[in-house]
């Protein structure tokens, strides 16, 4: 059996943002990276169906430049057997109908039963890059997974609908995923495993390879929402700041009448 | 410009998503038309042309089927845009559309600024604007971004329309939110719990403050995810949507998720370290402090009260 897991390096989201000199995407420097938090339930349910199955090979695929190699050492250390790494300096300017041209190109050859990606980014968050991926492989694909189940060559999912309801749906491999957050409960690499995971293979494919499709969009510019709360903001010592609000609440509310 | 609609039926029942289409269609001056799987028990309020297929025959959730009556529909239509809510339903068929109609899909838009479309990135830290490059472009609304002043009125045109055929996934029904426990909705006041509590210990010192000020305790999305806090005390569009007279936010940084499930409290306090959090534009009051060191203090001078 084949699996195949597509992840993204992004910056942590609690990160001071700021605007790139080009005006299109956020600066890149003094930024904290990890995995993208939808991914690392994508690997981990990669993983669990690997030693459900046992004989599986399961590839990690990630986009972007010599830093994403960290992350995708992380997904290698959670039981990532092989990693690609398509290399790519400009993959933040890249839009997801080229992002999954990219994934579908490399899959295309390559019969994954089954891949395995996050329902969005925390930075782009798109939302679109699984389900164009399947599209373009023509096989089917079920989105926002917080449940999954695999036996006999079928699959088993909850989809995550508004208002805590689920709805059931299956599918025959080869299929397409796309975890939601909750899915599961993501490993921490152990340091055994963090040992192994460097002696993993490691390929770098130049992205020329495999782009063969155009932007369809573009981006104008990338700038801060001008913030209209207009609500109050208490700074200070903390003692001075809860006698401060102490007088909101029973000034501007009920509760402590 | 002509837009095509793509409401949404779950279990028998229009979502009333379908007026933030209505709204979207107005704002950006343009003709309409609309589609939905649905049944012609619940029409929606819409003085226009409506092209209706049976969910009892090609099922409320088969993105195969009703990609193809939408491609079907479009090629009558011949719209210049196909507008979905960013919801489950909406961000599940909008790509597979796009795809089969070569056309740039952009995702959440929240705003529209002289007719350019604005979108969300980084949990809603920044914006981005963006220009399609196809002749149709596919987009998905943020639950919430366009409103209607006023209750839509009118009946549809109905066209009924029908296809043949399956599809590759198998829908197996629905299954509903665990009954029983805690009701947030009833709730006057609630202190919601943020991943800024940092470890699963401080639960406590969030419930101790909510039973100080004779409320309940939530959490958003992260904090229940980790399993800290049972689901039924999700704030948020995956969990509930609470009005309380008061809601305080301890280490909430205001995904749009969690926005879209609390932001009509009458009374929003929040305590961030961070003074740029979106909570903060939601918030009535915002307390830039460390949430571990405000709660215990506040909850221990208001039992004294």
């Known amino acids: ?257 | 410009m002509k837009i095509l609609l793509v409401a949404e039926y779950r279990d028998g029942k229009l979502l009333g998503s379908v007026n933030e289409l209505i709204a979207f269609a107005a704002k950006m001056g343009a003709d309409s038309a609309m589609f939905v799987v649905g049944s012609e028990a619940a029409l929606p309020a819409y003085a226009g042309k409506l092209y209706l297929a049976d969910a009892s025959a090609c099922g409320e959730f088969n993105p195969d089927v009703h990609k193809q009556l939408l491609l079907d529909v479009v090629a009558k239509e011949q719209p210049e845009m196909i507008a979905f809510s960013h919801s489950s339903y909406g961000w599940d068929l909008a790509p597979r559309l796009a795809f089969a109609l070569k056309a740039a899909q952009v995702s959440e838009v929240v705003e529209v600024e002289d007719g350019v479309l604005v979108v969300p990135a980084c949990n809603a830290k920044l914006r981005r604007t963006v220009a399609s490059k196809t002749g149709l472009t596919v987009v998905t609304l943020q639950a919430g971004a366009f409103g209607l002043t006023e209750a839509p009125s009118g009946s549809p045109t109905v066209e009924k329309v029908g296809v043949a055929g399956g599809g590759r996934l198998e829908f197996g029904g629905y299954e509903a939110a665990e009954a029983g426990g805690v009701d947030l909705t009833k709730a006057e006041i609630i202190v919601s719990a943020g991943r800024g509590i940092g470890k699963p210990e401080n639960v406590e010192m969030i419930a101790a403050l909510a039973k100080a000020l004779k409320g309940e305790y939530g959490a958003s999305r992260p904090v229940v995810d980790s399993g800290w806090v049972e689901h039924k005390r999700q704030v948020g569009t995956t969990g509930q949507t609470v009005t309380p007279k008061l809601y305080l936010a301890c280490g909430i940084s205001g995904a749009i998720q969690h926005l879209a499930g609390m932001k009509k409290s009458e009374f929003i306090i929040a305590v961030n370290t961070d003074k740029d959090a979106p909570i903060g534009d939601v918030a009535d009051v915002l307390v830039v402090a460390d949430l571990k060191q405000f709660v215990p203090l506040l909850t221990e001078k208001i039992k004294a009260l």
């Open chain 1, 1 to 257: 059996m084949k699996i195949l897991v597509c992840i993204k390096q992004v910056p942590d989201m609690e990160s001071k943002f700021k605007v790139a000199a080009s005006g299109k995407w956020y600066d890149t420097a003094d930024l904290a990276w990890r995995m993208n938090e939808y991914d690392e339930y994508a690997v981990e349910q990669a993983v669990q169906v690997k030693e459900q199955v046992g004989d599986a090979d399961l590839t990690v695929l990630c986009i972007g430049g010599e830093r994403v190699k960290e992350t995708m050492k992380k997904a290698l250390a959670m039981g990532c057997d092989r990693g690609v790494h398509v290399a790519d300096d400009k993959a933040a300017e890249k839009e997801p109908f080229e992002i999954a041209g990219i994934i579908a190109e490399f899959a295309r050859d390559k019969q994954f039963d089954l891949i395995f990606t996050g329902m969005q980014s925390q930075d782009r968050g798109s939302a679109q890059v699984g389900v164009l991926t399947a599209e373009m492989l023509g096989i089917p694909s079920i989105s926002t997974i917080v449940q999954f189940a695999y036996a006999d060559g079928r699959i088993e999912t909850r989809r995550e609908l508004e208002g805590g309801v689920k709805s059931i749906v299956k599918a025959a491999a080869p299929a397409l995923v796309t975890c939601q957050l909750g899915l599961n409960t993501p490993r921490y690499p152990t340091l055994p495993n963090i040992m192994k995971a460097k002696k993993k293979e490691l390929l770098s494919l130049p992205v020329a390879d495999l782009l063969k499709v155009d932007a369809r969009q573009e981006t104008g510019k990338m700038y801060f929402p001008v913030k209209k709360g207009g609500g109050l903001v208490l700074e200070g010592e903390i003692g001075q700041l809860v006698d401060q609000l102490i007088q909101i609440l029973k000034e501007k509310t009920g509760v402590l009448a």
